[in-house]
């Protein structure tokens, strides 16, 4: 029996470090989660308040070319139609003009605005002690994941209210 005993204990030491071990990789398994970013981007604070700005801004430009077509409108019928020529490039430069600050803008306004998300996104997962936390943006980047893994409606809380100051 005496003999034994080394080579029970071996075997007992092999079954519980292999259990045992099992045990602490399943302990530490990563969290992770994924989002929907065109969700996420739609319903954030900050993209809407943008929008809202460059719809203004379009407004404001509509109502300068509207303006400027009346004008013509008039033009037209004194029959001076070198004045009416002028006034119509004009009005296409201007409108180009506007077509052209518009989608810069907009451009500059996504640019901003998904730096900010990424900035939030990333303290979420900090804060929430995620190890991996993926964008699906719909091109495939992620072709299936359990719908108990999405975080967009976290996600989306979470940055809503760094966005408001909370």
Not at 63 to 77: G, K, M, P, Q, R
Not at 87 to 116: D, P
């Amino acid at each position: 029996m005496k003999k034994l005993l080394p080579y029970l204990f071996c075997v007992v030491f092999v079954v519980l470090y292999t259990f045992g071990y099992d045990l602490l990789k399943a302990e530490k398994a990563p969290k992770q989660g994924y989002f929907l970013t065109q969700l996420v981007f739609q319903d954030f604070k900050g993209t809407k308040e943008m929008t809202a700005k460059l719809n203004k801004q379009q407004q404001e430009q509509k109502h300068l070319l509207d303006s400027l077509a009346a004008s013509i409108t008039v033009l037209e019928s004194t029959q001076n139609t070198r004045a009416v020529q002028k006034a119509k490039e004009g009005y296409q430069k201007l409108y180009q003009q506007f077509a052209t600050s518009n989608q810069q803008t907009m451009e500059r306004y996504n640019s901003q605005i998904w730096t900010q998300i990424n900035q939030y996104v990333n303290e979420f997962g900090k804060e929430q002690d995620y190890q991996f936390l993926f964008g699906a943006n719909g091109s495939g980047t992620i072709m299936f994941a359990d719908s108990s893994l999405n975080m967009t409606k976290e996600v989306l809380v979470y940055i809503n209210n760094k966005y408001d100051g909370k």
